[in-house]
């Protein structure tokens, strides 16, 4: 005989067997005794995707601010951890950095992991994060971005932590993708444009969805592009920087980009890391944009970096074809050309975020410019480009 799910009733109007009620009493794994607020004292964070740029960043600050920091880090072959070596050096001075191995592709692995670490904030940061990347690897970025954040959440009410964890997400501003209004706001229509953005559109939604189905304190942060000098290297900026420090020591002759005319609101990750740390510390969730206010083409990124390394760059072509080139006001020499390798199936043309959200109920605010963003990412390139064991 079969019952109607939703009302548990039998085709003859009897109450079927169907129950997917918790019996009174039952707790669900590891729910603590105590009430929110006397859990949340104790100041553990756990951060997925830990040895990414933002990771490292947020975990510096978690540990100045007196935070246990967990961190979720892939196996690999080879060393991941480069971003957080420093902090982890210290381990025996500073007991307060943990590393587990984990994944969001495995759920009874992050249900461990939170069961045993007993999160008061959790940071989702892991992600297949780059957009091209995203065309070829579709299914893995929708299973990681998308579903990943899905387990973790469930991996949360798994564990009795529905209301004593405060849960961040890492949405993006590539949700707006072909942008329908610009400056972009928490109001503005999403339209995402890679599979690296619908994925993150589910994960933003089921976010939102959690926390209005179930009261979890959970928010997005839509955050607008952020880098630093520890940017990966396939990132516009980063590879920019390395580059020309590279150009300006004779290591390297020329720059290959893509879409040189598609415009970033960039900001420096050290910035915005503060920013998702003040969402969590708010007593309503809510999703906020952290974004600078600003939009500059990568062109204009090309030409600030090189001259901080002396050169002038002169554009020469047409606009938006593969025959511009970059070429080097003083010498004539070529340093930047066209490669459509690089171009995007469906490119993000303008990002122009407000922050006057964040800025007005987070009282966050933005400390560094885009021109000392190019500075300072350039001045650790060569740095770097001096020394033989830079990433
Ligand atoms: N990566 C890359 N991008 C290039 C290149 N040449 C031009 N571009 C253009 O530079 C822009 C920025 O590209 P990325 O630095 O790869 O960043 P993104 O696609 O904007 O995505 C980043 O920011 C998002 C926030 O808006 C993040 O969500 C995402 O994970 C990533 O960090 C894009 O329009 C891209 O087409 C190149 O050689 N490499």
Redesign the pocket.
Known sequence: MSADLQTGKTPSGHKGSLSVAMAPGVQPLGAPSVSPEAYRKRKVALITGITGQDGSYLTELLLEKGYEVHGLIRRSSSFNTGRIEHLYKDVHERPKMVLHYGDLTDTTNLVYIISSVQPTEVYNLA?Q????VSFDMAEYTGDVDGLGTLRLLDAIRTCGLTNHVRFYQ?S???LYGKVVETPQSETTPFYPR?P??VA?LYAFWIVKNYRESYGMHASNGI?????SPR??R??????ISRAVAEISLGQQDCL?????E????WGHAKDYVEGMWRMLQQDEADDFVLATGETHP?KEFVEKAFGHVGITIQWEGEVESVEEVGKCAQTGRVLVR??PR???PA???L?HGTPAKAERVLGWKRKCSFDQLVKEMVEADVEGAKRADRD
């Open positions: 992600a994060s780059h957009v091209k890492a993006t501003s590539e890679s690296y953005g993150k955050l607008f592009n952020h880098e940017r990966g396939t990132f516009v900026t980063r590879k290959y980009l893509g879409n040189l598609a415009k970033r609101d990568v066209v490669d690089y171009f995007r490119e993000v043309e990002l």
